[in-house]
């Protein structure tokens, strides 16, 4: 099994999806363990002074002029851990617990919260038994971090709560702690806050997007050029030089990726020889590159944003390398939050001109000689029609998830708190866009593939039979008179959601971008 080791240094997108999703295993290095010693130390230090220090000697956020007493201290971090585990809702997929928890182990190694050596060895050891806390969709501001969905997980490491175990069935923490042979945590001076205080929910999320969006990008390119093919459109717009007088990197790969799967076409040249050849195509077809390049610029930035944020410690307070404690606002989820919306904008646009297109080639007055909606016998038959108000359903839906959520703030905490990210409901909203994206490709797909086959006499590019015949092979079926659609459909969301286009077209055009 793949080990990632967890540094000072943060950590990279790669192993957080190694973990998140691949149940790699997490071991801490030795520069860690010594960091976190020596951060132990100058809290223990301040914890035995008589003068207050917040986190460590305080209460919480409005709280935080009180003055704890050594005593109550271990009560405080106990408190404020079950206090703050209070979140509703669906349960938050297992994959983003995993992303939250490593996450946060990030941070914690760094040196910079205070915490133990032993609770981030046993942060440690809960991933690697499989142990999953349960955590719910809301009850998180994105500010002071993703507070409740941190505190869930804190939970369990307390042996409290309920977490998932490595067999999927939900149980007690605590009893699962103990079958994989795991001591509870008891949680001394500024732990509790620790564990709690950080963005590591929203940039789980925002790392796995970016994983999945950067497939569907190169999956959006192929159906652009399906489509396209299909319509006997021109594919002269794609050409290198056009391109580079605007030179956005994105669009130059879109463009590059599209003529790639065209190479070869007997179809892209067949609008010459109409009795009234088009000089122009439609913007959704012509526009492509421009429209996917724009979103993959999108998603260039977000993950310069994410591996900024990979590479820091989030925490309130923090331990600074002088010996000082210092309160800050890192914990202030914006920087996420923005890029988080900001993919959601750009999946819907993507999502909304994919759907143009296959709209023009279900109508018989724009498809240029195809069968209206691409039935079998037109009438008799309905063809697509139904498929294509499916996808603009998923793609009205995708406009809803683009109202930014990075735009509101709710004040809590008795006003202490009194400005907020939402980023964690940017990450959620945006987690279902990228899911509707997959199923609106794969219904071009779908579509786009048909309408080949129906272009009889004429020759696709090699890259085109080649997805055509990929997606018969799983399921995706032809034309043909009409028939129950949706586990069609279904096969070309499976088709696509599992990289099997991009594998299918890859060895005839050469690694796409």
């Not at 309160?327 to 996420?336: C, D, I, Q, R, Y």
Request: hydrophobic share 45%; glycine share 10%; net charge negative.
């Amino acid at each position: 099994m793949h080990t990632v080791v967890v540094g000072t240094s943060g950590t990279t997108a790669e192993d957080v999806i190694a973990v998140a999703r691949g149940n790699a295993r997490v071991e801490l290095s030795g520069e860690a363990l010594d960091a976190l010693a020596r951060a132990r130390e100058i809290v223990d230090a301040l914890a035995a002074k008589p003068e207050p220090v917040y986190g460590v000697s305080t209460g919480f956020g409005a709280l935080a002029s009180r003055h704890i007493s050594p005593e109550l201290r271990a009560q405080l971090q106990r408190n404020i851990v079950r206090s703050h585990a209070a979140g509703m809702g669906p349960r938050v997929e297992r994959e983003v617990v995993r992303a939250l928890m490593f996450l946060r182990l990030k941070t914690v190694a760094s040196g910079h919260t205070g915490v133990r050596p032993s609770v981030a060895q046993t942060m440690a050891d809960v991933l690697n038994a499989g142990i999953t806390p349960v955590v719910h969709e809301y009850g998180s501001l994105g500010c002071s971090g993703d507070l409740a969905p941190l505190s869930h997980c804190a939970l369990a490491l307390m042996g409290e709560g309920d977490a998932e175990g490595p067999d999927g069935t939900v149980r007690p923490a605590g009893e699962l702690l103990a079958e994989a042979g795991i001591t509870p945590v008891e949680l001394r001076e500024k732990e509790g806050l620790a564990l709690l205080n950080g963005t590591d929910g929203m940039l789980g999320m925002l790392v796995m997007a970016l994983a999945d969006l950067g497939k569907l990008y190169t999956c959006a390119d192929i159906t652009a050029a399906l489509t396209l093919e299909a319509l006997l459109g021109t594919e002269k717009v794609l050409q290198p030089e056009l391109h580079a007088i605007r030179p956005h990197p994105g669009q130059s790969a879109s463009a590059a990726n599209m003529a790639a799967v065209l190479k070869g076409s007997g179809l892209v040249r067949h609008y010459q020889e109409e009795t009234a050849p088009r000089v122009q195509d439609a913007y959704s077809v012509r526009c492509a590159p421009q429209v996917a390049g724009a979103g993959r610029d999108t998603m260039a930035h977000a993950a310069l944003v994410a591996s900024r944020e990979l590479a820091a410690a989030v925490d309130n307070p923090v331990v600074l390398p002088d010996g000082r404690v210092e309160s800050n606002g890192n914990f202030h989820g914006a920087p996420v939050a923005y890029v988080l919306d900001f993919l959601a904008i750009a999946a819907a646009d993507l999502g909304s001109i994919a759907e143009r297109r296959t709209d023009r080639l279900l109508d018989k007055n724009r498809s240029h000689g195809l069968p209206p909606f691409l039935a079998d016998d037109a009438g008799v038959d309905s063809g697509l029609m139904i498929a294509q108000y499916t996808q603009a359903a998923l793609v009205s839906e995708m406009k809803r998830l683009a109202v930014p959520a990075s735009a509101d703030s709710i004040p809590s905490s008795a006003m202490q708190e009194d400005h907020v990210s939402m980023g964690w409901s940017a990450a959620r909203k945006l987690r279902t866009a990228v899911d509707n994206l997959t199923r609106i490709i794969a219904i071009e797909l779908y579509a786009a593939t048909r309408a080949i086959e129906l272009r009889h006499g004429l020759t696709a590019a090699p890259a085109s039979r080649a997805a055509i015949e990929a997606a018969r092979a799983a399921g995706v079926q032809g034309p043909g008179p009409d028939r129950f659609l949706a586990p069609d459909l279904a096969a070309a969301d499976a088709f696509v959601r599992s990289g099997g286009l991009v594998a299918a077209v890859e060895p005839v055009t050469g690694p796409l971008a």
